[in-house]
């Protein structure tokens, strides 16, 4: 065999040499010579703190079987580049803020970088950056999407693998999300619970899931205590201060005002509080719940109560997830739900 015929053989008959001796060992081939679950070798390739003897067990058993993560078979493919795309859509809103923040955080200690863009909740400037990550190589997506019409399959077909937050992004994608069906009605039932009877919800447009499910709390909770939930009550609005302003003006100008409003995130509720101290009503004269959290407002946040859901916690879990997929993990797409917690208004 010539000099040339042997370096062609090397290579392989494509010449994708790097590729071809790529191990076809999977994370769970791996977790099973070394006795130990397919999570504890995502951990270890992930950096995240295990015992030096299940590292040595798994490190051992990935050379026997050479098994490459995912990420690593994925660069010598394509030169992707260790980064992360974070695609939300309002980064002015303190719970995406917290969001990014927990993803970052975990995504850093595994060596990754995270670039973020800003979706502004608009289906067409979303699709520019899904379409970017899908062919600059980046190592995955985790995306809030910004709408049902979110489209992920440029991703799916690049090999990227992606994980919602706080909404889903359609079949066979991870997701982690929040309760939001169950924090709608926690709020709900907080003003009920402090003699408030026509409780309006401000929530954000209702293409968007999660004003779904918390306006779907908000009528669980109005049905169970009082019969019904009048309609004019539910008032659709941009997740936005402006949207609690204007939801505000509209809701008392009604022939027949409410009494109490539940906020269908931060800045509705903010918005929705500065409005009534204008009109030198606010809480607790009305009642008032906001979905999220109230990092900072105008009033003292004693008279206003908070289902406070755990962002941070929910890009943590996220980042998570997605390193798991960049090390191998390929298990069925699964669903992480977070529950929120009632912070009582003190004056209640």
Same mark, same amino acid.
Not at 250 to 275: C, H, K, S, T, W
């Given at each position: 065999m010539s000099t040339r015929s042997r370096a062609r053989a090397a290579r392989g008959a494509d010449g994708g040499g790097a590729e071809a001796a790529l191990s076809t060992a999977t994370i769970y081939d791996v977790a099973k010579r070394a006795g130990v679950s397919p999570a504890t070798v995502s951990r270890v390739y992930n950096g995240v703190g295990v015992s030096p003897a299940k590292t040595e067990a798994v490190q051992r058993a990935a050379r026997e079987l050479k098994f490459v993560p995912n990420s690593t078979a994925r660069n010598l493919r394509t030169g992707s580049a260790n980064a992360i795309t974070l695609v939300i859509p309002d980064i002015e809103n303190p719970y @995406?803020?917290?969001?990014?923040?927990?993803?970052?955080?975990?995504?850093?200690?595994?060596?990754?970088? !995270?670039?973020?863009?800003?979706?502004?909740?608009?289906?067409?400037?979303?699709?520019?950056?899904?379409?970017?990550? $899908?062919?600059?190589?980046?190592?995955?997506?985790?995306?809030? $999407? $910004?709408?049902?019409? /979110?489209d992920v399959s440029a991703l799916r077909a690049a090999g990227r693998p992606i994980i919602a937050v706080d909404r889903s992004a359609g079949g066979g994608v991870d997701s982690v999300l929040m309760a939001n069906r169950a924090a709608g009605y926690a709020a709900t039932i907080d003003l009920l619970d402090a003699g408030y009877r026509r409780v309006a919800c401000m929530v954000g447009g209702m293409a968007i899931e999660t004003s779904r499910e918390r306006a779907q709390?908000?009528?669980?909770?109005?049905?169970?205590?009082?019969?019904?939930?009048?309609? $004019?009550?539910?008032?659709? /609005?941009?997740?936005? %201060?402006?949207?609690?302003?204007?939801?505000?003006?509209?809701?008392?100008?009604?022939? *027949?005002?409410?009494?109490? @409003?539940?906020?269908? *995130?931060? %800045?509705?509720?903010?918005?929705?509080?500065?409005?009534?101290?204008?009109?030198?009503?606010?809480?607790?004269?009305?009642?008032?719940?906001?979905?999220?959290?109230?990092?900072?407002?105008?009033?003292?946040?004693?008279? !206003?109560?908070i289902v406070r859901l755990p962002a941070r916690e929910m890009g943590m879990t996220a980042a998570r997830m997605l390193l798991d997929r960049l090390a191998g993990d390929d298990a069925p797409p699964r669903t992480v739900v977070l529950g929120g917690e009632l912070l009582p208004r003190l004056d209640s």
């Open positions: @995406f803020t917290e969001t990014a923040r927990g993803i970052e955080d975990v995504a850093s200690a595994a060596g990754y970088s !995270v670039m973020l863009c800003n979706s502004d909740g608009d289906i067409a400037k979303e699709s520019t950056y899904l379409g970017i990550a $899908a062919s600059a190589h980046m190592a995955g997506v985790i995306l809030a $999407a $910004a709408g049902d019409d /979110t709390g908000w009528r669980d909770a109005m049905e169970e205590r009082l019969g019904s939930a009048d309609p $004019a009550l539910l008032y659709p /609005t941009t997740f936005h %201060l402006e949207g609690g302003r204007v939801s505000i003006d509209a809701l008392l100008a009604a022939e *027949n005002p409410p009494d109490g @409003f539940v906020a269908g *995130n931060n %800045l509705i509720g903010m918005g929705a509080i500065q409005r009534l101290a204008e009109l030198g009503t606010p809480p607790p004269a009305y009642g008032m719940a906001v979905i999220g959290s109230l990092p900072y407002t105008i009033i003292s946040p004693s008279s !206003v109560s």
